[in-house]
T-cell receptor, first 110, second 113 residues
């Protein structure tokens, strides 16, 4: 079936360092979304990418959508303690449903 | 706007009991979804609806039922609770279009003993 794979599952980062989380699909996506879930909270929408090769930035977060629209990445620079949480990618194929990746759980060492 | 609201926040059920998880949205969204999230895992789609009177199964529908009599409400019914249904349940809604953000409710934490 259509599903989105996300790696790594866990990311332990020293405060101030950068990290990247990756998502891959075996088939072409119509768009991909990214969500952040704080511990004990609910997923909160961050961004949506639609176009092939699209790059969007939100302060220290950079989101990319691959040329083939099968992969995406989230890169965070200069990690802060406020970045703690789980980051999910969610891919949409040609229907109403989102396929969520398993998430990357980020912890930060001060 | 309250957004997406869910009740209850937390519930303990005994095996074989039934309950309904409530979900309401006030954003006039046509599309609504129920997900479950097991500890340390991603979100799995249980059921979804594209409008009042229309529902369809997601990845993991067994043991659950839904209805959508109004645009605002999308309750999830557990008929015979099993320990495998211990999870956090999230309801979400969205429009479909250029900005199709899914808005999530705060979740219902369910423990089946």
């Amino acid at each position: 079936g259509q599903q989105v794979m996300q790696i790594p599952q866990y990311q332990h980062v020293q405060e101030g360092e950068d990290f990247t989380t990756y998502c891959n699909s075996s088939t072409t996506l119509s768009n991909i979304q990214w969500y952040k879930q704080r511990p004990g909270g609910h997923p909160v929408f961050l961004i949506q990418l639609v176009k092939s090769g699209e790059v969007k930035k939100q302060k220290r977060l950079t989101f990319q959508f691959g040329e083939a629209k099968k992969n995406s990445s989230l890169h965070i620079t200069a990690t802060q303690t406020t970045d703690v949480g789980t980051y999910f990618c969610a891919g949409r194929y040609n229907d109403y449903k989102l396929s969520f990746g398993a998430g990357t759980t980020v912890t930060v060492r001060a | 706007n309250a957004g997406v609201t869910q009740t209850p926040k937390f519930r303990i059920l005994k095996i074989g009991q039934s309950m309904t998880l409530q979900c309401t949205q006030d954003m006039n969204h046509n599309y609504m979804y129920w997900y479950r999230q097991d500890p340390g895992m991603g979100l799995k789609l249980i059921y979804y609806s594209v409008g009042a009177g229309i529902t369809d199964k997601g990845e993991v529908p067994n043991g659950y039922n839904v209805s959508r009599s109004t645009t605002e409400d999308f309750p999830l019914r557990l008929e015979l609770a099993a320990p495998s249904q211990t999870s956090v349940y999230f309801c979400a809604s969205n429009h479909l279009g250029p900005a199709e953000t899914q808005y999530f409710g705060p979740g219902t934490r369910l423990l089946v003993l």
